[in-house]
């Protein structure tokens, strides 16, 4: 069976790939927490008798990655599909947070992402076959989340999935990259962070978007966006200038402006 690789497994969208590919994959399932892994890929065996592989990783350092690297590298067990999904955010603002912890989001959500994504993508070009799903999100569209380093480091996956995606190498290859670019997700992300979702009309299931994102890659999209209301707004996001973002943008700095700088909650699949 063809393999297919899925960082942040553990939980969230990375766990609904799982389900989702066990049928037809076998997984290489990476996240730090190994004994949540552990029990993802008993369930899954015992329900489909994929073949399982787990990979304790924390993708923020060079030196933690490098289990991926080498996975996504060797050509006697190739990846054929890279599920980049490892991700993370804060429910406070980039100008209330420790410095360090922005650095550290941003090594998650777009330095981890990008380095995974050129790895793969240099194994799958030399055999002229393989797809990658970089999981962004519609605040790298335009700015949906001001004052955060989130919607920076989605912005650069999204930026960097394109670039390749039309770039000559791939697209005289069988070789497909997408970015899936999710609104708000019914997943435990939101509420790890302390991130109020006040638009209910806007949740989109985990199933249907890991389906929709699935089916998308398979017609060879560049960007998927799931549903129609966000497919509308991310194309109202896109012809608006970005300094209107400060009229509909979610402000993570203005949540809790007084809060201590050790207060903050995160969310993370890493």
Same mark, same amino acid.
Not at 36 to 44: M, N, P, T, V
Not at 97 to 103: A, H, I, L, S
């Given at each position: 069976m063809p393999v297919a690789l899925i960082t942040g497994a553990s939980a969230g969208i990375g766990l609904e790939f799982a389900r989702q590919l066990a049928p037809t994959h076998d997984l290489v399932l990476v996240a730090r927490n190994v004994e +949540?892994?552990?029990?993802?890929?008993?369930? @899954?065996f015992s329900a489909h008798a994929t073949r399982i592989e787990v990979l304790g990783a924390d993708v923020a350092t060079r030196t933690g990655r490098e289990p991926v690297l080498a996975r996504l590298?060797?050509?006697e067990r190739p990846i054929d599909l890279l599920i980049n999904n490892a991700g993370m955010g804060y429910s406070t603002g980039a100008s209330q947070?420790?410095?360090?912890?922005?650095?550290y989001m941003l090594e998650v959500n777009a330095?981890? +992402?990008?380095?995974?994504?050129?790895?793969? @993508?240099r194994a799958m070009l030399a055999r002229n076959n393989g797809g990658i799903i970089n999981v962004s999100s519609v605040c790298g569209i335009a700015p949906a989340w001001t004052d955060s380093l989130y919607g920076t480091s989605t912005a650069t996956v999204l930026r960097h999935t394109e670039e390749m995606a039309y770039s000559k190498a791939l697209r005289a290859s069988d070789v497909k990259?997408?970015?899936l670019c999710p609104g708000d997700v019914k997943t435990e992300f939101n509420d790890r962070a302390g991130i109020p979702n006040k638009t209910d009309w806007g949740w989109v299931d985990v199933s249907l978007l890991v389906r929709v994102a699935l089916a998308d890659l398979r017609k060879g999209k560049v960007v998927s966006v799931p549903t129609a209301r966000y497919k509308f707004l991310s194309s109202l996001m896109k012809l608006a200038p970005n300094n209107?973002?400060?009229?509909y943008a979610f402000d993570l700095g203005q949540q809790n402006p007084d809060r201590p700088d050790t207060a903050h909650a995160s969310a993370s699949t890493a």
């Open positions: +949540k892994l552990d029990q993802i890929g008993a369930e @899954l590298s060797d050509p947070n420790p410095v360090d912890d922005e650095m330095v981890a +992402k990008v380095h995974f994504s050129l790895t793969a @993508l990259i997408m970015a209107w973002s400060k009229m």
